[in-house]
């Protein structure tokens, strides 16, 4: 059962859509919150049919439209700023399944970081990010990321040394450099672009502090062929995360998969599985 259900911050009514379990006195939910400026069904109705997934696993689901998004009033202020949004929700869920209850989130690119950089504040029983955005905004950039296809942010260093690691190792490319089929100077700009060594961003040094120190459960799920993806695994990599790597609460998920969003069949079937594995943990 779905229901269309809402609440105030100050002045502003939020909206959501809540999946209720067979089992009403279920005391386990999840939280989807969106990326970028996804409304709550997600694109092409992903997290509307995904939370209907974990409902039929005995779970309540609650989605919403932060504010400025979809049918939430107020102003659109982004993810770095979406902390009263997101312990609306939380609180929202408590008051309706109980105090008590485990209540896990899920959150994709710049969710999955809105929840970490808002961690110390939620009550939460553990979280399941994917792809975590890594990036500093630029200037000119509007207030929140496009999450697919993004052409407001360029694929970083690690990113791009990946793809080219997988052209040099493919035959074919080394037959169509030569031949001429593969513009020399553009490739050698690759090249120059791809051995910068890269700094932390402010956002990445920022996750680093947080992870290196929850003792939240956190899931960490990379789409290891998207860029986002292999952006965190680059800083998730350096030395500067030698302490998130040493929290034994953090665990990385790896799927051989170019779907920032996991729509494809067989990375959709991967997500499911690993978040109903979330949710029922043994």
């Known amino acids: 059962m779905r229901e269309q259900v809402s609440w105030h911050i100050d002045d502003d009514k939020i909206f959501a859509s809540l999946d209720i379990p067979e089992d009403r006195n279920s005391r386990s939910a999840l939280l989807i919150v969106s990326g970028g400026n996804e409304i709550r069904s997600g694109s092409?109705?992903?997290?509307?049919?995904?939370?209907?997934?974990?409902c039929n696993q005995g779970h309540y689901v609650l989605r919403f439209d932060r504010r400025g998004i979809g049918d939430s009033e107020g102003e659109n202020r982004g993810y770095q700023d979406s902390e009263d949004d997101i312990v609306s929700a939380l609180l929202y869920l408590r008051n309706r399944i109980g105090q008590h209850a485990q209540?896990?989130?899920?959150?994709?690119?710049?969710?999955?970081?809105?929840?970490?950089?808002?961690?110390?504040?939620?009550?939460?029983?553990?979280?399941?990010?994917a792809n975590p955005w890594t990036h500093?905004?630029?200037?000119?950039?509007?207030a929140d990321i496009s999450i697919e296809n993004n052409k407001n942010s360029m694929p970083s260093a690690a990113a791009i040394r990946a793809r080219y690691w997988a052209r040099l190792k493919n035959p074919r490319s080394i037959i169509e450099l030569f031949s001429g089929k593969i513009d020399i100077s553009k490739f050698i700009k690759g090249l120059l672009s791809a051995s910068k060594r890269e700094e932390l961003s402010n956002l990445a040094k920022k996750l680093q502090h947080i992870l290196s120190v929850t003792q939240v459960s956190v899931d960490i799920l990379i789409s290891n062929k998207d860029s986002t993806g292999m952006a965190f695994t680059a800083v998730y990599n350096s030395t500067d995360y030698r302490e998130v790597r040493n929290n034994s609460k953090i665990v990385i998920l790896e799927l051989n998969s170019a779907s920032h969003s996991f729509s494809d069949k067989e990375a959709k079937t991967w997500l499911y599985d690993r978040l109903a594995i979330s949710m029922n943990p043994k």
């Open 44 to 54: 092409h109705n992903s997290q509307s049919e995904l939370a209907q997934y974990i």
């Open 103 to 129: 209540i896990r989130a899920f959150g994709n690119c710049d969710a999955a970081s809105a929840l970490l950089l808002n961690l110390d504040k939620l009550d939460i029983t553990s979280l399941i990010l």
């Open 136 to 142: 500093d905004p630029k200037k000119n950039d509007a």
